[in-house]
């Protein structure tokens, strides 16, 4: 075996993935008053260096447009914010989730237009339903990895408009179709499915999610890594795949110690198989670090 296969044979690909990135409320309070820096530990800093990929859900939108829609809870970031993240090793944020249109159609775009600037990739947006849809490839090599997003809930006071700026809400059908053509057109690639999903402030995982997650692992995802209820859900394996059905929050001002525990997942990705860490999480004055 020569150098280069040797290479090739233990090269691989790690990717973490955190849940729900709040930048308003009572985390802008923390940021205004001693910095956005004061959100990441050194804990968390070692996990995002040492990852090809960092994946979070961020669930506001990062935008200078004030068009707040009527509704409940209705946030925005400041974009200049966006570049800090990016520092700290953030390299995709996900926008397949129910706040990303707090500001609009307008500010989704900026928000999008924001998170290229500051060095990120965005995931799960567009200026149609197609793009917005479009799988994201995170590497080709040791072979390629690929995140799919979408959102699984109704938008507030928002119609479904595909020719318009829009979230990706693929239907499982629809996932399922995508995850099979891409399987079709690469036995070999690994397939991530991102949901924003399930039941506010519960732990417990409803019976459709089970049933929803076998299906696209069925198609032939890899592996689920989900979000939106705000607590950290059961993990389970099906057919050798893990399914991660909640994350819980990340970067968050949580209200109640339910919501202070979170995880992030950590996969290594090589030539022939995979790995999936599960890394627990507690955050303390809205800063995320090792439980322990």
């Known amino acids: 075996m020569n150098v280069s296969s040797i290479v090739l044979a233990v090269s691989s690909f790690v990717i973490t993935l955190t849940g729900d990135i709040l930048l308003d409320r009572g985390v802008r309070q923390v940021v205004e008053q001693k910095g956005i820096d004061q959100l990441f530990s050194a804990g968390i800093d070692s996990v995002f260096q040492t990852s090809d990929a960092v994946v979070g859900n961020l669930e506001c939108p ?68 197609e793009e917005a849809d479009e799988p994201v490839l995170l590497t080709d090599s040791p072979r390629r990895v690929w995140l799919i997003a979408s959102l699984q809930l109704a938008l507030e006071n928002f119609s479904r408009l595909p020719d318009h700026p829009c979230v990706s809400q693929q239907t499982i059908e629809t996932l399922c179709q995508r ?28 019976p459709r999610q089970r049933y929803e997650a076998r299906q696209l692992i069925n198609a032939g995802a890899d592996c689920l890594v989900c979000h939106h209820t705000h607590t950290r859900q059961p993990m389970e394996t099906y057919q050798g795949k893990p399914i991660f059905y909640g994350l819980g929050n990340f970067i968050f001002d949580p209200r109640r110690d339910l919501n202070s525990h979170g995880a992030m997942v950590r996969l290594t990705i090589t030539e022939q198989g995979a790995t999936a860490e599960e890394i627990p999480i507690v955050i303390r004055q809205c800063r995320p670090d090792f439980e322990n």
């Not at 400041?78 to 397949?96: F, Q």
């Open 62 to 129: 990062a935008t200078k447009v004030h068009a707040p829609v009527f509704k409940q809870y209705v946030f925005r970031a400041e974009p200049e914010w966006l570049s800090s993240l990016n520092r700290h090793g953030v390299t995709h944020l996900n926008l397949a989730n129910n706040h990303s249109i707090d500001q609009g159609r307008i500010g989704l775009m900026d928000t999008r237009e924001n998170i290229i600037k500051a060095g990120m990739t965005p995931v799960g947006a567009g200026q149609n339903q």
């Open 179 to 206: 995850i099979a053509k891409l399987k079709q057109a690469d036995p070999k690639c690994f397939i991530i499915v991102s949901l924003h999903w399930g039941w506010e402030n519960h732990v417990e995982v409803v």
